[in-house]
């Protein structure tokens, strides 16, 4: 985040359910987050609502628009947030005579491609409790990569949220939780989750 804030002093503010940017809008820069959370989003023909990630402090989002020069999905704060505005056209410039910076912004991609393929894995081929599971492994590890605790924190989407995400149906995650909890995987209070047993909620998606 310290390289980021280099490049650029806009730094913009959003209040939970502002849109950082909406789908079809002109591509000019790509978003570094600094503090609170985001999830991106595509509409549906029939008006339903796709989540396609939810986003956190020290990453980047925008990059779907580079290839078209035109955002392909909205990007909308979960929480009050700031974010740290970089103009695309610098960021190319500076990689140019950074190699290092160039590096780092390919890998960056190619984590965005990594993931996207996880996704696609999950909704083909893991039933409900694994894609629940591998969702909350997944938050675990990029909290403890930020320093924060990887077993005890806060969910900033709702139930509906992740069972978007997913390709879950609201009761199907909310039975999902439950059983968890009533096998002593995790403990959970409304938005708070306590992962009690990471070693069994692992072996849930360890075959996969």
Request: aromatic share 8%.
């Amino acid at each position: 985040m310290q390289q980021l804030d280099a490049l650029t002093s806009l730094k913009r503010t959003f209040r939970r359910g502002e849109y950082l940017y909406r789908c079809g809008e002109h591509f000019q820069s790509l978003f570094a987050i600094r503090t609170g959370f985001f999830k991106t989003q595509v509409l549906h023909e029939d008006g339903r609502e796709q989540v396609t990630g939810f986003q956190m402090p020290g990453e980047i989002i925008g990059l779907d628009a580079i290839c078209t020069d035109a955002h392909t999905c909205d990007a909308v704060a979960l929480e009050d947030s700031e974010i740290c505005e970089i103009p695309f056209d610098r960021l190319e410039t500076l990689s140019r005579e950074l190699p290092s910076l160039q590096r780092h912004l390919h890998k960056i991609m190619s984590r965005e491609i990594v993931r996207d393929q996880g996704i696609m894995m999950l909704l083909g081929s893991m039933r409900a409790e694994e894609r629940l599971a591998a969702f909350l492994l997944n938050l675990s590890q990029r909290f403890s990569a930020r320093g924060y605790s990887p077993t005890s924190f806060y969910l900033r989407m709702t139930r509906q949220e992740i069972g978007s995400y997913l390709g879950l149906k609201l009761e199907t995650v909310s039975r999902t939780f439950s059983h968890f909890q009533e096998h002593g995987l995790l403990n959970v209070r409304v938005r708070e989750v306590e992962i009690m047993d990471l070693i069994r909620l692992r072996s849930f998606v360890s075959h996969t």
